[in-house]
Antibody, heavy 120, light 110 residues
Framework: QLQLQESGPGLVKPSETLSLTCTVSGGSLSSSSYYWGWIRQPPGKGLEWIGSLYYTGSTYYNPSLRSRVTIPIDTSKNQFSLILSSVTAADTAVYYC????????????WGQGTLVTVSS | QSALTQPRSVSGSPGQSVTISCTGTSSDVGAYDCVSWYQQHPGKAPKLMIYDVTKRPSGVPDRFSGSKSGNMASLTISGLQADDEGDYYCCSYAGSYTALFGGGTKVTVL
């Protein structure tokens, strides 16, 4: 059964770069039937779509974050990552990786999420 | 891009039905049949309840149903149960490979 697991530092200093990795197990990241994505949720607030990628390496970002976000893929390790630069306290959130249907009709599989706090 | 609009809260008694609205624009909800709904319990990851506006993933009870009219999508929960309590979010494809979430609705079972 396919599972997603986020990993990375739980604490990042302001102005530094946040880096998280999503490991896909029990299945292949290289499936042509799905996209993959990152979503975040600040404490006590709603969900925000950060960006998505296809196994070919094509990436798509939230316009409000585009200048600071990169989502690279490593198919050999069955992993994709989130790199968010110049973070501030407003980037404090639970970060989720998820699988997106090819038609963009829904996020059908989610990781458990990881809390990243931006603080000095 | 602005977040989709959802009511902050809805409530109902066990056995009743509740409907959550999700209002977007002609550039997102109104333009594509790519609306999904998620249930989230405290401290847990969201769970897909409805995709492609009306489809239910395997394992989701048929008490949950989705619909869309114009720029507004809706999620209806029939036969409300205690375990249905939680936060619900809508999401829509918004073109150019982007997506938008709603602000979330808290469902309370009285």
């Amino acid at each position: 059964q396919l599972q997603l697991q986020e990993s990375g530092p739980g604490l990042v200093k302001p102005s530094e770069t946040l880096s998280l990795t999503c490991t896909v197990s029990g299945g292949s990241l290289s499936s042509s039937s799905y996209y993959w994505g990152w979503i975040r949720q600040p404490p006590g607030k709603g969900l925000e779509w950060i960006g998505s990628l296809y196994y070919t390496g094509s990436t798509y970002y939230n316009p409000s974050l585009r200048s600071r976000v990169t989502i690279p893929i490593d198919t050999s390790k069955n992993q994709f990552s989130l790199i968010l630069s110049s973070v501030t306290a407003a980037d404090t959130a639970v970060y989720y990786c998820a699988r997106l249907t090819y038609t963009w009709g829904g996020l059908d599989l989610w990781g458990q999420g990881t809390l990243v706090t931006v603080s000095s | 891009q602005s977040a989709l609009t959802q009511p902050r809260s809805v409530s109902g008694s066990p056995g009743q039905s509740v409907t959550i609205s999700c209002t977007g624009t002609s550039s997102d909800v109104g333009a594509y049949d790519c609306v999904s709904w998620y249930q989230q319990h405290p401290g847990k990851a969201p769970k897909l309840m409805i995709y492609d506006v009306t489809k239910r993933p395997s394992g989701v009870p048929d008490r949950f149903s989705g619909s869309k009219s114009g720029n507004m999508a809706s999620l209806t929960i029939s036969g409300l149960q205690a375990d249905d309590e939680g936060d619900y979010y809508c999401c829509s494809y918004a073109g150019s490979y982007t997506a938008l979430f709603g602000g979330g609705t808290k469902v309370t079972v009285l």
